[in-house]
């Protein structure tokens, strides 16, 4: 048996192709516990998420976890589950169309724009025979974590070095590592922000809520907290906020070790205890809403913060199809093709597309 698949034929005149892969977490197919068993297994083996030597973890895993927590998520799934699909799965198509068409609007008709999913479909492996079959020999890997941290970016990375020994004429691969401090994508925060508070008034402080990680994963070196910090402070100084009335916190502990801190929801419960009557929640980590959104921090953490005290939160939607995003993404993009774009490739077919657009035709 061939080791290797066999090539497509090569393509006229040997020309590059170029393609745009964006990477999002994933999610499950339905909001039950059946999809959500192959869904949490594929993830939490994945010794980027879970770093607990594997003989220690898979009878927690197997034994514990995939027979509780499946019927629990689904439950949280189903509260904010879309007609199209997981709010994050349609989030993530919707840019990845969005995107190609501000691609084009910027004279890159011809590239290849495809999105993958690190868990479940479609997958990373799947997306990357496809763009193999269509004959890209450049392939810029953004996955959309605006954060680098290793249980996610550095995930993703792994998965695509994974599909690579199956290639024999293996492609030009480049990654967005990470866009925290991107101005693009801190503007289009800050507009939201704005827009939210024209249309709702404005709450007595901001809490920005990232994912966590565990603190040890922070103390070996995963750079994701700065990274959160940085952003966290660009966006306040966009806003002209004073450093009192922003507070960084992290979201969606997994298990029993600490992780970073502050925790999110003790702290708005602290917030209303002290007397503060109305509260806005924004989680510039995700890009799209998803299920650590829309239920953990817009139903969950209201509930706490009304609980506690608390007259009035306002939970600010994530970025998803925003048009100051999806041109963020579109420059970040651009950014990262550099050379790809330059004269010497004069002859790739996003080229010629581009050049007849400019003609007229
Ligand atoms: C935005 C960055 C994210 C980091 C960092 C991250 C780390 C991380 N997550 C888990 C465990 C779970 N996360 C789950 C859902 C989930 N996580 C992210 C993003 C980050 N995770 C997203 C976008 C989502 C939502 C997916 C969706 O379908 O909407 C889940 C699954 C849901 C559940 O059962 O609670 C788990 C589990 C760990 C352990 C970890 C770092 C070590
Ligand atoms: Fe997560
Ligand atoms: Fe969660």
């Known amino acids: 048996m061939a080791r290797y698949r066999p090539e497509p034929p090569a393509v006229e005149g040997n020309v590059p192709r170029t393609a745009v892969l964006l990477a999002n977490l994933g999610t499950p197919t339905a909001p039950t516990a059946a999809a959500l ?3 949490l297994r594929q993830f939490l083996s994945d010794p980027r998420v879970v770093e607990i030597p594997r003989a220690l973890w898979w009878p927690i895993l197997n034994g514990f976890i995939l027979t ?20 994050l799965k349609v989030h993530t ?3 990845a169309r969005l995107l190609t068409g501000y691609l084009g609007h910027a004279g890159l008709a011809g590239l290849h724009v495809d999105w993958a999913m690190r868990y479940g479909e479609p997958s990373i492996p799947a997306v990357l025979e496809r763009l193999r079959a269509a004959g890209c020999t450049r392939i810029l890997v953004m996955p959309l974590y605006p954060q680098y941290a290793a249980s996610t970016t550095a995930s993703v990375m792994d998965e695509v070095a994974h599909c690579l020994p199956q290639w024999r004429n293996l492609p030009e691969i480049r990654y967005v590592r990470s866009f925290h401090d991107d101005p693009g ?11 939210h508070w024209v249309k709702h008034g404005r709450g007595d402080k901001l809490v920005l809520s990232f994912h966590g990680i565990p603190r040890r994963a922070a103390e070996l070196g995963d750079p994701y907290p700065q990274e959160c910090r940085r952003t966290a402070d660009l966006l306040a100084a966009e806003l002209g906020l004073p450093a009192d009335q922003v507070l960084l916190t992290f ?12 925790y999110t929801q003790p702290t708005l419960e602290a ?5 503060l009557q ?11 809403d998803c299920l650590e959104t829309l239920e953990e921090i817009a139903m969950e953490c209201r509930t706490a913060f009304i609980g506690a005290g608390g007259r009035q939160f306002e939970y600010i939607p ?18 990262h093709l550099g050379n790809w774009l330059e004269a010497p490739l004069s002859d790739t077919p996003e080229r010629r597309t581009a050049v007849a657009a400019t003609r007229g035709g």
């Open 37 to 39: 068993r192959p869904y």
């Open 68 to 87: 509780t927590r499946p019927r629990k998520s689904a439950e949280k799934y189903a509260s904010v589950w879309l007609p199209e699909g997981s709010p």
């Open 93 to 95: 198509e919707r840019q």
């Open 185 to 195: 994508y801190i503007a289009a925060l800050a507009r939201s922000v704005g827009e």
């Open 251 to 262: 979201q969606s502990r997994f298990g029993r070790a600490e992780w970073l801190q502050p």
């Open 271 to 275: 917030l209303a205890a002290k007397g």
């Open 278 to 288: 109305r509260v806005d929640v924004m989680c510039p980590g995700f890009v799209a």
């Open 318 to 335: 994530c970025l998803n199809e925003n048009h100051p995003w999806i041109d963020a993404l579109s420059r970040i993009v651009r950014a």
